[in-house]
């Protein structure tokens, strides 16, 4: 049995991650050297990081003010919120935002699966943040918790990679004031990019199990570009390039050059 | 997506056949509130319902189409009466279900009393989920 995540839908160690980015058509590969938090994955974070008194735009075209610490006002939503550490996370590296990684970490990984109470929560996040990556017939319509579409409800899973900062977004579109939860179950992984380019283009090509996160970048920021050049030793193609099954050699020649270059 | 809550209502009618809704609270709301509107594409389950008061105390759900009409329309969905003061708990039975298809739907819980004074509770528990689930 090819079982590449466990349980609960992280990878397992000795697995593959494969991390696509529709933006570059472009993937990077990552073999789990490691989970140093297993068996250790939930992380009940407590309310969404809303402050009493804090303006948010309503749907309606207003605005509406949080009447408590992670109350979401109906028909509202959050801009972009980052994680803040809480009591007894005081020396992450960076203390606005707990899944922060620098791109001194650049063998490390978080892959985050959200869960939000109530999960009528609309939830979206934007890499970097900022920037919205939810697109619909081409550029022509940005989607999000803001918009009609472009939104999961409850819950979300995503790979934080070292050197960016990620903004969730989160939208209520009911009538009520909502008291908003969040719950992590995480993995740090350490993980390292296999050296043998038939295994990658295997991997790819689905023939040896992986799990494969298509990460919500549409629009490749130049703060991405940065972050792929300073923490793997990316440029253009900005990873490995999804090839047909009959093209192994020009995939196989073109992967072996980007294995030259990468750091990790 | 699936979300379990619990509706709690109160009302304090003052004298006998008195009617009127009932003033709503939840764990996860902050706040008092009298309706409940949810995003299309969603349904709602009424699941169990829970009454205590005094007899005669009828608890009402009520769904409207639009209530974001000037003066919304409201049609009773389901009906319970207490046939003796004390408390009924109805559980295990098909639910009642609404549906929110332009999102201007909504529900609220009203009460008809036909004896007199007395605080009167309903607490139902609520499905919300979407559509095709």
């Known amino acids: 049995m090819d079982r590449v995540v466990d349980e609960l839908g992280l990878v397992v160690e000795n697995g593959f991650l494969v991390l696509f980015f529709p933006a570059t058509q472009a993937a990077l590969v990552f073999r789990v050297r490691a989970r140093v938090n297993k068996g250790f994955e939930v992380f009940d974070y407590g309310p969404l990081p809303i402050a009493a008194g804090s303006a948010l735009t309503t749907y309606l075209g207003g605005s509406a003010v949080a009447p408590e610490d992670g109350v979401l006002p109906p028909y509202s939503y959050t801009g972009d919120v980052r994680f803040p550490a809480i009591m007894g996370l005081e020396n992450v590296r960076d203390k606005s935002d707990v899944w922060y990684l620098d791109k001194d970490d650049s063998d490390r990984l978080f892959h985050v699966k959200v869960s939000l109470s109530p999960p009528i929560i609309r939830a979206d996040v934007r890499i970097p943040s900022g920037v919205s990556q939810i697109r619909f017939q081409r550029e022509r319509v940005v989607g999000g918790v803001d918009g009609p579409l472009g939104f999961s409800r409850g819950s979300l899973e995503v790979v934080h990679l070292p050197g960016l900062i990620y903004g969730y977004r989160f939208g209520n579109d009911t009538s009520l004031p909502l008291k908003v939860y969040s719950r992590f179950v995480y993995a740090e992984y350490v993980v390292e990019t296999p050296r043998s380019p038939e295994l990658i283009f295997d991997v790819l090509q689905r023939r040896v199990p992986s799990h494969w996160l298509t990460m919500p970048v549409t629009y490749l920021d130049p703060s991405i570009r940065s972050a792929l050049r300073d923490v793997y030793g990316l440029s253009e193609p900005w990873g490995f390039r999804l090839y047909r099954i009959d093209e192994r050699d020009a995939a196989i020649k073109e992967y072996s050059a980007v294995l030259r270059r990468l750091k990790v | ?133």
């Open chain 2, 1 to 133: 997506m699936r979300w379990l809550f619990t509706v709690i209502g109160s009302a304090s009618p003052t004298g006998p056949g008195q009617s009127g809704d009932l003033s709503l609270a939840s764990p996860d709301v902050h706040g008092p509130f009298s309706s409940v509107r949810l995003p299309k594409g969603i349904k709602a389950k009424v699941w169990a319902k829970r009454l205590s008061g005094t007899v005669g105390f009828t608890l009402l759900v009520q769904f409207s189409p639009d209530a974001t009409a000037p003066s919304p329309s409201w049609t009773t969905i389901d009906a319970e009466r207490l046939a003796a003061a004390g408390s009924l708990s109805l559980e295990k039975r098909r639910p009642i279900v609404a549906h929110f298809k332009t999102g201007n739907e909504a529900l609220k819980l009203s009460y008809a009393d036909t004896t007199g004074a007395g605080t009167i509770y309903a607490v139902v528990e609520v499905e919300a989920s979407d559509e095709d689930e």
